[in-house]
């Protein structure tokens, strides 16, 4: 199989559905020639291992906040060299975002927290042994950009993706003489499943239309928009390139009107 990932071993962490950046991510992986290993929460692993199997691959219960989990998930994995590593994950306790911020728990703030973004430096404590055997070993998360915008009803996740691309610049500059290369990419709203499960259907549309209307490209992006940039991200052709935010939205956040 050719393309430029072919040959290399990869691992996406985050997918939940069919419809899911994690999953458009490692359908263009394999496509792009790599061998995708995918991962999920253990709830959902029997909805997701039919996702793996098209793929070629397989797929692992993980829980990025879970010490254990994430030992386990590594020792599946296996000692071969890995290539790249891609972070998709963030997980919201129901009707967090519904409230307004002052009235959001530290429970649930904490859990946001280390969900989406102390989750990435635990993956790569696990990851780099593996990673240090790649001729180009790669990182790359995703976040967006709610980070640093005020966004209705994001408030903490919004908070969240600002320390996770925080995260990215310390492990790049902790990770570089290794020659690991740690980026982030951030999207503009994209309709999946969990995306919709958050605001809601109509607002999803809304939010898009107006994207649409504002973007240089005169369109919304869309999965493989996203999926095609980390793509080039987990390559050997971004070289010398980390800390780095690539942002994907067609020009949205460009514009002035």
Known sequence: MTGILAGARGLVIGVSSANSIGYAIARHARAQGANVTITCRAPRLDRVAPLAAELGGRALALDVIDDASLATAFAQLGPAPLDFVVHSVVDIPEGVLARPMLDVSRDDFAHVMSVS?????????????????????????????????????YHVAGIA???LESAVLYLAMQLGRQSILVNAVSSSFVATDGAIRAIGAEHASATRGVQAKRSATGRAIDLDDIAR????LCSAMASNLTGEVLTVDGGYSRAYL
Do not use: D, E
């Open 117 to 153: 973004a102390w989750s990435l430096i635990a993956v790569c404590r696990h990851a780099r042994p593996l990673l240090a055997q790649s001729q180009a070993p790669r990182v790359v998360a995703l976040t967006s950009a709610c980070s640093h915008r005020m966004t209705p009803n």
């Open 161 to 163: 993706k600002a320390a």
């Open 229 to 232: 940039s980390v793509g080039f």
